[in-house]
């Protein structure tokens, strides 16, 4: 529990009191800022978790259609012709903050398909380029949910770490302190009105 060494004024009681009022209602904020956060996490993982499903089925499909290229254009061609093949897919990442958290929000979209300019593929190489640009798109929203995930869960515990300082800690020890100087206060006040009461009985 935090110690305060105060000494025991009516002036310092009164600053006591004030920060005492100020860490109550920043608890509270707290305390709710924990509460919504929790929330959002919770949202996210089941977000995260369907992203997650159609990335690995995405990348099932992506796979299949290579397996398809490669038994009829062989290893060899498909490396040459991916070798003059111009990107699918394009990506933009774009910094975002909400409850002061910053996140990155991930833009993809698919390119138009330009022809490899070779002769000799097989409309599976077509296929197997369109799935794999499907993938990228799902693993570039699966990147963006996981980040904000990860980064709520790691404010959330900064949160909770905070509300049980307060809670278990700082707000105790105020409170300690205020009834300690509180009470030597009044055994002050007590002593005078006594001293005060002897020297009327002279």
Do not use: C
Not at 10 to 22: D, H, I
Not at 134 to 141: D, P, V
Not at 148 to 174: C, D, F, M, W
Not at 177 to 185: N, P
């Amino acid at each position: 529990m935090l110690k305060l060494r105060t000494p025991p004024t009516k002036s310092a009681l009164l600053r006591l009191r004030r920060q005492l009022a100020f860490l109550r209602t920043g608890h509270g904020l707290l305390e709710r800022k924990r509460e919504l956060l929790t929330r959002l996490v919770h949202e996210r993982i089941g977000e995260y978790r369907r992203h997650k499903s159609e990335a690995r089925q995405a990348l099932k499909n992506a796979y299949y259609w290579l397996s398809i290229a490669q038994l009829r254009m062989g290893g060899r061609a498909i490396h040459q012709a991916t070798l003059s093949a111009a990107p699918s897919v394009e990506v933009k990442v774009i910094p975002r903050r909400a409850l002061g958290i910053q996140y990155p929000s991930v833009e993809a979209r698919l390119l138009p398909p330009k022809p490899v300019g070779l002769l000799g593929t097989d409309p599976s190489f077509d296929e197997a380029r369109m799935a794999f640009a499907e993938a990228a798109l799902r693993l570039a929203k699966l990147a963006e949910v996981e980040m904000t995930l990860h980064r709520l869960i790691s404010e959330q515990r900064k949160a909770q770490k905070r509300v049980n300082a307060l809670k278990y800690n700082i707000i105790p020890g105020y409170q300690q302190t205020i009834h300690r100087v509180a009470e030597a206060l009044e055994e002050e006040e007590r002593e005078t009105l006594f001293q005060i009461k002897r020297l009327g009985e002279l």
